[in-house]
């Protein structure tokens, strides 16, 4: 068992009339979820992601296929509930994750994404981006067609290549780390990751408060530059 504190937050913006956030966070299972903006009922895409990792609490033995077996059955419950009127056909949500589980007998920390919601791992002074985007920008970065730069303001920046509430099922990033004592992570949907840039995120998760101040502060930072989407934070401090 991985010995952890942590503290969630999430708001609306300023500009969104809905929060299509959802988030999990109970001391072994940590999930955002951004449903989609613009696209049918992202609100419901959402909720029905993060209840599925839910259904993970409380076991301890978790391997890491069970892990990749929910993804599946995530993004199955999304498409049945299209398919059966709760939301709409077109609903769909980006998942970022992290869940302790056991792997050979040892304790590990499983990560997994899919889509833009994003992963960081603070740890003796520096941030770590663990999850890869999956969005257009982030191929056109990788074929060196934009600079880093270039990136936040890019006008296709919403533009994700992967989501959940999609067949056939999309497969997920994922990574196995061994816990370490005074590390902390991130866990983000893109309405925080786009209005604060990566220094001041360093700069916030080491300051010294504890992870729920911390995580109320990251979304307060967020709306101050603008709050122009949705912005969910799940702050996690492996003791």
């Known amino acids: 068992m991985i010995a952890v504190s942590w503290?969630?937050?999430?708001?609306?913006?300023?500009?969104?009339?809905?929060?299509?956030?959802?988030?999990?966070?109970?001391?072994?299972?940590?999930?955002?979820?951004?449903?989609?903006g613009g696209h049918a009922a992202g609100d419901v895409a959402s909720r029905l992601a993060v209840e599925a990792f839910d259904g993970l609490a409380g076991d301890w033995s978790i391997r890491p296929e069970a892990v990749l077996n929910v993804v599946a059955d995530a993004n199955d419950s999304?498409?049945?509930?299209?398919?059966?009127?709760?939301?709409?056909?077109?609903?769909?949500?980006t998942v970022v994750g992290l869940i302790a589980v056991q792997n050979d007998g040892h304790d590990f920390w499983f990560a997994f994404n899919v889509g833009d919601s994003r992963l960081y791992r603070s740890f003796g002074g520096e941030l770590e981006?663990?999850?890869?985007?999956?969005?257009?920008?982030?191929e056109l970065y990788e074929a060196g067609a934009i600079t880093q730069?270039?990136?936040r303001d890019h006008p296709r920046a919403n533009v994700v290549t992967r989501v959940l509430g999609t067949d056939p099922t999309p497969l997920p990033d994922y990574w196995l780390r061994a816990p370490q004592s005074g590390e902390r992570f991130l866990l983000c949907s893109d309405g925080l990751s786009n209005e604060v840039p990566d220094d001041v995120l360093a700069a916030t998760?080491?300051?010294?408060?504890?992870?729920?101040r911390t995580a109320d502060q990251l979304v307060?930072?967020?709306?101050?530059?603008?709050?122009?989407d949705n912005i969910t934070a799940i702050v996690v401090e492996t003791r």
Do not use: P
């Not at 398919?83 to 056909?89: A, D, I, N, T, V």
């Not at 981006?129 to 982030?138: A, K, P, W, Y």
């Open 7 to 36: 503290g969630a937050a999430t708001d609306v913006g300023k500009i969104r009339q809905v929060n299509e956030d959802s988030l999990v966070a109970n001391g072994q299972v940590f999930v955002v979820a951004d449903g989609m």
């Open 78 to 93: 999304i498409l049945d509930a299209a398919r059966h009127g709760e939301g709409r056909g077109g609903m769909g949500t």
């Open 129 to 138: 981006q663990v999850s890869v985007d999956h969005s257009l920008v982030q």
């Open 149 to 151: 730069e270039q990136r």
């Open 205 to 212: 998760l080491t300051a010294g408060a504890d992870a729920q």
């Open 220 to 228: 307060e930072l967020a709306l101050t530059a603008g709050g122009r």
